[in-house]
């Protein structure tokens, strides 16, 4: 049960000011974003002392000095409210010439860099040449450069001009900020009646305050802006057994521009009204450290509860912690954050963290209707639009209640509720309600530090409702230049740590994480997106086509084209385009790509996955500045030797193409740190599943950068193998083919990969797998082994990281369980055709971590028995096609974790002995899957499980579930 809203006021209330705070730095700090990103370009080559740079050197000084200043200027900014068009105009500026001279320095590359030239008299004649080429192109940009350090130095004087003063934030106090501290009260006067689904959070929050441990003990709640967190946790506070329980109680109100000394004045009062005494004398004039030794004083051998509501920075708890005692009284603090790294940073050492999730789709369309319509149900006409609209809410309650109070004023026909939901991004900025919601939302973003800015930005290129990877993402960010290195860190590492800041900030919601807890796919909240659109617009960040009539800002730096390349005129210029992306295009004229890409010189990611490319245009091939290149899914069947081309190439993703022969040119690009060229398929008669690669050539060891490789087929012979091993900064790699007389040399490579974490290994045609010899292995994570092995592997009893394991064909006569059982991390355990026994045992106290287990193919296995005290936390088994297994595994009824029960081409035997008695509701007793057929006509999609997109029945078992996919 979650927490909804029937009532406006909450959410009317505070909005406006809130919002005119925030909006007072955004554009600030999108400017700084920008600004950081010139200066991060400008500064390492000056450090590199580029002979090239010539006479235009000390202007590049000139400037990275003024943007310097004009960035530290900026950090501190926050104007006064009668500057506030003044400076939005000024930063405006400032953007602009950050983008110029980004456009600037990537035009000089293209000029500057150096061109292979021969030795001598011919030399001579190359360098003469390539002076009289680039001569006219040096002298623009010189002009150029010229140009940019006289638009700074007007921008920098234009600031002391018009005397833009920026206050800085921590010291004001205008009458503002105080107005949202009242306002933000007031919301917290709704009554019981204008509450729904509040009894179940609220009574097991009340249990954490009274029951339980009589040591101090920290209550954080957390979840996305709108998902009234302030208001359970106000109901939870006025609460009589809250209120009986405890001796002294406080509630303060935080926020984003909290000052430490009026939030411990505001507790003070509080804690001294409560019992009718006066403060202590001189607490409007006391220090800090003062004013927390009263508050810790006060407190002493009490029982109390404190709220600290709306924190936006783990500061906040850290300057007040330490004000509170823990007099081992019972005492209690609650905190409300929309970040869940601040919620898991308050708990240490004791506390409990609860997440307010969104509302279920039955409370979402309760509270729709009551809101929309003034009762519980929705006129049948309506329906259908009602649900395309209460969908786009996501399940958040500010969302609905907004949505569902504009509606309740238009009139109550079809056509009227269409345009709605077809105008719900302009109806953000035009409608008070909704710009309202948006001010809220937008408090998230604004909040952002400069560096996650355009990481976010980057999100509303991609389609609404766009199930995103995490991997492609990280590898767009870093293709853009948006990701910078930190010491003893990956660039991908520290892109992945952006993404988790963004997904504890509530900004982006996780949909599925690996078995190592890896996160592998999320989205977008539909509201954040327009908000995101909105902001691109605005900083002119990005544009979508995905109308005929689509409108474009000059200078263009991110396109993304939808459905159709109609949609984008051909005589429109984008010269300053970075980012060009595809999706849903399913034709292109043969006359559109050259022009275009002909025009877009300075472009750094494209992504055409899933375009209708059977070629790959020779224009690419001359984008100097291409990282990143996707042609997934498309019909290219080869690459030209001209590859060899972009030097800048970070990731290059051929995956479910038909590439099967990679040019040796391509072994020239020393910054590929990705090469993903595979295709997955059937193969002979009956069908089995199978995984194509390209075939590895000489030369692939002088790629040293690469830190994913899938899939290189090795059958050619063991000198590829060999120069595996000077892939040393490989983390993840997938090898093909491999020959049994390969196999020691293969595990002397993997042997001088200490980075690697993600193995894949398929012998030659189902032979002998050949591994035995890795002696000193690396931190694997993941291992994946195909093919018959004499000898399990003595070496993966090392692997006490190891967290996932699949093992394929092995046909063993060893029991693999014997091995893997002591695995101290092992959470994720596939075996088919792994083992020629009749029995699986698990025995006690073995697979402590393991969470999901799959057996398929077992050909001779009978019997599988779960001893007392073995996989604790399994909560997901799989079994498939195991013709002779005839039974359920015994003891597994005990399993109390076990959530999901999966089977597919099981005998007769093994359903009825699972629950004769087994009814799906109106349906007919579940079938064999063998024949991809269900009794009955009825299947139910749940539109809410990403991990699964078929068709899937759900049926009580005890207490778990046994889920059959239509395979």
Request: net charge neutral.
């Amino acid at each position: 049960m979650h927490l909804s809203f029937r009532g406006e006021k909450s959410f009317e209330i505070g909005k406006i000011s809130e919002g005119f705070l925030s909006r007072k730095l955004e554009e600030k700090k999108m400017a700084e974003s920008v600004v950081s990103f010139v200066l991060d370009r400008i500064v390492p080559l000056l450090e590199e002392e580029v002979k090239l740079l010539g006479g235009i050197r000390p202007e590049l000084e000139y400037i990275r000095d003024e943007l310097q200043s004009i960035r530290g200027f900026l950090r501190d900014a926050d104007a006064r409210e009668e500057r506030e068009e003044a400076v939005k105009a000024w930063v405006d500026q400032v953007r602009n010439i950050a983008y110029d001279i980004e456009d600037i320095l990537d035009e000089s590359m293209l000029i500057l860099s150096p061109q292979h030239q021969s030795h001598g008299f011919v030399g001579s004649l190359q360098k003469s040449a390539q002076f009289l080429k680039h001569w006219r192109p040096r002298h623009h940009l010189a002009t150029q450069i010229q140009d940019i350090k006289a638009r700074v130095c007007d921008v920098a004087e234009r600031r002391t001009r018009y005397d833009l003063q920026i206050l800085d934030q921590g010291s004001s106090s205008n009458s503002t900020s105080y107005m949202w501290h009242d306002l933000r009260g007031d919301a917290l006067l709704l009554g019981e009646n204008e509450l729904v689904g509040i009894d179940k959070p609220r009574e097991m929050l009340i249990g954490w305050l009274v029951e339980g441990e009589s040591r101090l003990v920290l209550v954080p709640v957390h979840g996305m802006g709108g998902s009234g967190k302030t208001t359970l946790v106000k109901k939870v506070y006025d609460h009589q057994r809250v209120k009986d329980y405890f001796q002294h109680h406080a509630w303060i109100n935080v926020s984003q521009s909290f000052k430490i000394n009026e939030l411990l004045r505001d507790m003070i009062e509080q804690l001294f009204g409560e019992i009718k005494q006066p403060v202590p004398q001189g607490v409007d004039t006391m220090n800090e450290i003062a004013l927390k030794k009263i508050v810790n004083e006060f407190l002493q051998q009490k029982r109390y509860v404190i709220i600290l509501d709306d924190i936006w920075s783990i500061t906040v708890w850290e300057a007040v912690k330490y004000a509170l005692p823990d007099s081992n009284c019972g005492s209690r603090i609650m905190v409300t954050t929309r970040s869940s790294d601040i919620a898991s940073s308050c708990i240490e050492p004791h506390g409990h963290v609860y997440n307010l999730e969104s509302l279920d789709p039955k409370d979402s369309w309760s509270l729709f209707c009551k809101k929309a319509f003034g009762q519980n149900s929705c006129p049948p006409e309506l329906r259908g639009p009602s649900q395309n609209i209460l969908r786009r809410c996501g399940g958040l309650p500010l969302a609905i209640v907004a949505i569902g109070g504009v509606l309740s004023t238009k009139e109550k026909i079809v056509i009227e509720w269409e345009m709605v939901h077809r105008s719900l991004g302009s109806l953000l900025e035009s409608n008070d309600k909704l710009k309202s919601m948006k001010n809220i939302l937008s408090l998230s973003y604004n909040d952002l530090p400069y560096y996650l800015k355009p990481c976010l930005l980057y999100l509303g290129i991609f389609p609404e409702d766009y199930v995103f990877g995490s991997t492609r993402l990280i590898n767009l960010w870093i293709g853009e230049g948006f990701v910078r290195d930190k010491e003893r860190m990956t660039i991908e590492e520290v892109a992945e740590s952006h993404l988790h800041e963004l997904i504890n900030r509530s900004l982006i919601q996780v949909v599925e994480t690996s078995s190592e807890g890896r996160v592998k796919w999320f989205r977008v909240h539909d509201f954040i997106r327009e908000i995101i659109i909105s902001k691109s617009r605005d900083h002119n960040f990005g544009a979508i086509a995905v109308e005929h009539n689509t409108k474009f800002l000059e200078k263009v730096r991110r396109l993304s084209i939808h459905n159709t390349v109609d949609n984008v005129p051909q005589n429109k210029s984008f010269s300053h385009l970075r980012s060009l992306l595809m999706f849903g295009v399913e034709t292109i004229p043969k006359s559109y790509m050259s022009p275009f890409l002909s025009n877009i010189r300075l472009l750094r990611v494209l992504d055409l996955r899933d375009a209708p490319l059977e070629k790959l245009p020779n224009e690419i091939v001359n984008l100097f500045h291409l990282r990143y290149l996707s042609l997934r899914r498309t019909n290219i069947k080869k690459l030209p030797k001209s590859i060899g081309k972009l030097q800048n190439l970070m990731t290059l993703d051929l995956k479910g193409t038909n590439v099967r022969e990679l040019p040796s040119e391509l072994f020239k690009l020393q910054r590929l740190r990705y090469l993903l060229v595979y295709k997955s398929g059937f193969k002979s008669e009956p069908p089995i599943f199978k995984v194509f690669g390209f075939y590895g050539l000489v030369g692939i060891g002088s790629l040293v950068n690469l830190q994913e490789l899938f899939f290189i087929d090795v059958n050619q012979g063991g000198v590829v193998v060999k120069e595996l091993g000077r892939l040393s900064k490989l983390r993840r790699v997938g090898i093909l083919g491999l020959r049994r007389e390969d196999g020691p040399e293969l595990c002397s490579s993997i042997e001088k990969m200490r980075n690697l974490r993600w193995l894949s290994v398929e012998s030659l045609e189902e032979k002998v797998l050949d591994v035995q010899y890795l002696f000193s292995p690396p931190l694997l994570q993941t291992i994946e082994l195909i093919g018959k092995l004499e000898k399990f592997p003595n070496w993966i009893s090392l692997l006490h990281n190891l967290k996932r394991i699949l093992l394929v064909g092995c046909t063993s006569r060893e029991d693999p369980l014997e091995v893997l059982q002591a695995l101290p991390n092992l959470t994720d355990l596939k075996l088919a055709d792994a083992y020629d026994g009749y029995e699986l045992c698990f025995k006690t106290g073995g697979f402590q971590t393991l969470k999901i287990l799959s057996l398929s193919k077992f050909e001779r296995l009978k019997l599988v028995r779960v001893e007392e005290g073995a996989m604790p936390h399994l909560e997901k088994l799989i079994i498939a096609e195991c013709k002779m297994l005839e039974k359920v595994p015994l003891g597994i009824e005990c399993h109390a974790n076990l959530k999901f029960f999966y089977f597919k081409d099981m005998p007769n035997e093994f359903i009825t002995a699972l629950n004769p008695s087994i009814q799906l509701g109106n349906y007919w007793r579940l079938v064999n899957w063998r024949d991809r057929h269900l009794e009955g006509h009825s299947v139910r999609f749940l539109q809410q499980d990403f991990s699964f997109r078929q068709p899937i029945i759900r049926l009580p078992y005890k207490d778990m579930y046994l889920r059959c996919r239509w395979l």
